[in-house]
């Protein structure tokens, strides 16, 4: 079985400060791990993905997220908020066996104070 | 190229009614899922199509819930005597193939399924 745990289901943050969003997983088996970002009224675009290479993963608009096996964790960080970061943020597990189906967190509300 | 479309973009209806919703993936993708957003529940899995293969049904919350697809490629999932708490937004996914190595999922919009 495998679950994620947000920490934190909203999250404030002023412009040009730190992004950082929780995230813990568990799973009995390796894991891939995603973030996913959704806008109001649109749908889930991928921000980026553990794929068991590098444990640092570089994504879109200046995210990036560290694989940690001993703390089970797969925190999202953007070294300097923007506006146009607020949205809702999930984190997801699969499987590594090619297509299977994604197990996603309860999401974080990002939003970006003035 | 077009992405995974979703009809309708909105559905109201009726408890007791039932619901027919669409989906279109990605031209080529043998891989489709269902996934359910609820202010409840969060985001769930419901079902997982994948070429030729028996769906993997394991996320569906009931016996009114089914879905098919056809061809290979459209997919609908069923909702029969529609009950409010199946107000949700229900996501769609697809994906290409390939064992052992990652395929990215592409979500299209969503249809937000509200039942008075």
């Known amino acids: 079985a495998q679950s994620v745990t947000q920490l934190g289901s909203h999250v404030s943050v002023s412009e040009g400060a730190l992004v950082l969003l929780r995230c813990n997983y568990s799973?009995?088996?390796?894991?891939?791990l995603f973030w996913y970002v959704q806008y109001p009224n649109q749908g889930l675009q991928l921000l980026l993905k553990?794929?068991?290479?590098?444990?640092l993963v570089k994504g879109i608009n200046g995210f990036e997220a560290e694989f940690k096996k001993s703390e089970t964790s797969f925190h999202l960080t953007k070294p300097s908020a923007h506006m146009s970061d607020a949205a809702e943020y999930f984190c997801?597990?699969?499987?590594?066996?090619?297509?299977?189906?994604?197990?996603f967190g309860t999401g974080t509300r990002l939003t970006i104070i003035p | 190229g077009a992405g995974v479309s979703q009809s309708p973009s909105n559905k109201v209806t009726e408890k007791g009614k039932d619901v027919e919703l669409r989906c279109d993936p990605i031209?080529?993708?043998?891989?489709l899922y269902w996934y359910r957003q609820s202010l409840g529940q969060g985001l769930e899995f419901l079902i997982y199509?994948?070429?030729?293969?028996?769906?993997?049904k394991s996320g569906l919350p009931s016996d009114r819930f089914s879905a098919e697809r056809t061809g290979g490629s459209v997919s609908t999932l069923t909702i029969q005597r529609t009950q409010q708490e199946d107000s949700a937004v229900y996501l769609c996914?697809?994906?290409?193939?390939?064992?052992?190595?990652?395929?990215?999922?592409?979500f299209g919009p969503g249809t937000r399924l509200t039942v008075l």
């Open positions: 996914a697809s994906s290409s193939s390939g064992t052992g190595v990652y395929n990215e999922q592409f």
């Open positions: 799973s009995s088996v390796p894991p891939y």
């Open positions: 553990y794929t068991s290479a590098a444990t």
């Open positions: 997801a597990v699969s499987g590594h066996f090619g297509n299977e189906k994604l197990t």
């Open positions: 031209s080529g993708h043998t891989a």
């Open positions: 199509f994948q070429g030729n293969s028996a769906p993997d």
